[in-house]
T-cell receptor, first 117, second 112 residues
Framework: DGGITQSPKYLFRKEGQNVTLSCEQNLNHDAMYWYRQDPGQGLRLIYYSQIVNDFQKGDIAEGYSVSREKKESFPLTVTSAQKNPTAFYLC????????????????FGAGSRLTVL | QQQVKQSPQSLIVQKGGISIINCAYE??????FPWYQQFPGKGPALLIAIRPDVSEKKEGRFTISFNKSAKQFSLHIMDSQPGDSATYFCAANLGSNYKLTFGKGTLLTVNP
């Protein structure tokens, strides 16, 4: 089955540590995205990538870093510079270059919950 | 920062009733207007979406109404069921760079 796999599902981090969240998709989607979800805040865009080896900052990129070395993979690193990292992180992907058809909508993974102790 | 404003923040409906969630966007929006449904601890899943050249789309009990001139769109859930209890997000592509901006979500509770 095609889809997006995020790991780990739960992660605990001590203050001052960097952690990396994994996101892998086998949908052959061009673009990949990372969103952060906090209660009452909706989904806020951290980073996105439309092509391998290229990515752009979203609305809340400070304290985060990403890489896109393969089309299928878009890992997110939460660095110690992120002041309030406890949140639910969502990875998503979609096809590009096509008008909306119902087949190229933004598809989400199951999420990773990060807790800073 | 361009926004999508969603209301209400929470909604309680009796089983069989109609649930209505509204969204408004600023400036120009492209592509399509999706609604996502999210259950606790899960990722959002696409519920229904509408293209900007269509004023209404219905899929089963779910209907999107779209008013392009007013820059508003809404989700109607007819005959609401307890299984519809979830958080609902609207979204719009507020630019031509393929990234969706989401509303802050509506927590729907359908009482049996």
């Amino acid at each position: 089955d095609g889809g997006i796999t995020q790991s780990p599902k739960y992660l605990f981090r001590k203050e001052g540590q960097n952690v990396t969240l994994s996101c892998e998709q086998n949908l052959n989607h061009d673009a990949m995205y990372w969103y952060r979800q906090d209660p009452g805040q909706g989904l806020r865009l951290i980073y996105y990538s439309q092509i391998v080896n290229d990515f752009q900052k979203g609305d809340i990129a400070e304290g985060y870093s990403v890489s896109r070395e393969k089309k299928e993979s878009f890992p997110l690193t939460v660095t110690s510079a992120q002041k309030n990292p406890t949140a639910f992180y969502l990875c998503a992907s979609r096809m590009l270059g096509q008008a909306y058809s119902g087949a190229n909508v933004l598809t989400f993974g199951a999420g990773s919950r990060l807790t800073v102790l | 920062q361009q926004q999508v404003k969603q209301s209400p923040q929470s909604l309680i409906v009796q089983k069989g009733g109609i649930s209505i969630i509204n969204c408004a966007y600023e400036n120009t929006a492209f592509d399509y207007f999706p609604w996502y449904q999210q259950f606790p601890g899960k990722g959002p899943a696409l519920l229904i979406a509408i293209r900007p050249d269509v004023s209404e789309k219905k899929e089963g009990r779910f209907t999107i109404s779209f008013n392009k001139s007013a820059k508003q769109f809404s989700l109607h859930i007819m005959d609401s069921q307890p299984g519809d209890s979830a958080t609902y997000f609207c979204a719009a592509n507020l630019g031509s760079n393929y990234k969706l901006t989401f509303g802050k979500g509506t927590l729907l509770t359908v009482n049996p």
